[in-house]
């Protein structure tokens, strides 16, 4: 399994763009990325995966770039209901399950 | 509201004792894992289940057991409880159960061991 770091906690301004990047160095080529987002006292939610390139969706974008080391989570316009645990995953189309670790812990300050 | 239901949402019990925590999975859905989270840790993977057959195991200890029924939900069974297994449990499902497939978090159960 890839191993992720990403940084532990983030803050921001609200209406800000966040960026959190996460590093896998050992990606492998079936590999996929995967970020989930977690409230607190909450189960994690699925916000966005992909492969190379960039992906968008309704709450987020994620760059990877061609050498796949590292990516990136997009989040524009961060409000305050946006404070979570961040969790950037990597994993292939097998069976083995992913790693959570520990995530990132964005604040949004107002 | 992600389709998957934990019952109950609050445990408190004493150690030594035993529990059982249950999970519904999403309509369709044939995996379910759970995973305990302490406080101020990570989300630890316990173990998956799919179609009722165990698929992979993580960290769970031998105190703790889990089964996936016919009608595909599941229990993790806790005994020997001591303090230190006091956290949030939470299962999850998804559909075929492979790593990149999607996984939707139930409410989770608080497990309180005093």
């Known amino acids: 399994l890839a191993k992720t770091t990403q940084p532990i906690s983030m803050d921001s301004y609200e209406g800000q763009e966040v960026n959190i990047t996460c590093s896998h160095n050992?990606?492998?080529?079936?590999?996929?990325i995967t970020w989930y987002q977690q409230f607190p006292s909450q189960g994690p939610r699925f916000i966005i995966q992909?492969?190379?390139t960039k992906v968008t969706n309704e709450v987020a974008s994620l760059f990877i770039p061609a050498d796949r080391k590292s990516s990136t989570l997009s989040l524009p316009r961060v409000s305050l209901s946006d404070t979570a645990v961040y969790y950037c995953?990597?994993?292939?189309?097998?069976?083995?399950?992913?790693?959570f670790g520990k995530g990132t812990r964005l604040s949004v300050i107002a | 509201d992600s389709g998957v239901t934990q019952t109950p949402k609050h445990l408190i019990t004493a150690t030594g004792q035993r529990v059982t925590l249950r999970c519904s999975p999403r309509s369709g859905d044939l995996s379910v894992y759970w995973y305990q989270q302490s406080l101020d840790q990570g989300l630890q993977f316990l173990i998956q289940y799919y179609n009722g057959e165990e698929r992979a195991k993580g960290n769970i200890l031998e105190r703790f057991s889990a089964q996936q029924f016919p009608d595909l939900h599941s229990e993790l069974n806790l005994s020997s409880l001591e303090l230190g297994d006091s956290a949030l449990y939470f299962c999850a499902s998804s559909n075929w159960g492979g790593s990149t497939d999607t996984q939707y978090f139930g409410p989770g159960t608080r497990l309180t061991v005093l």
């Open positions: 995953l990597v994993g292939d189309r097998g069976n083995t399950p992913l790693v």
């Open positions: 992909g492969y190379k």
């Open positions: 050992n990606i492998a080529t079936n590999d996929y």
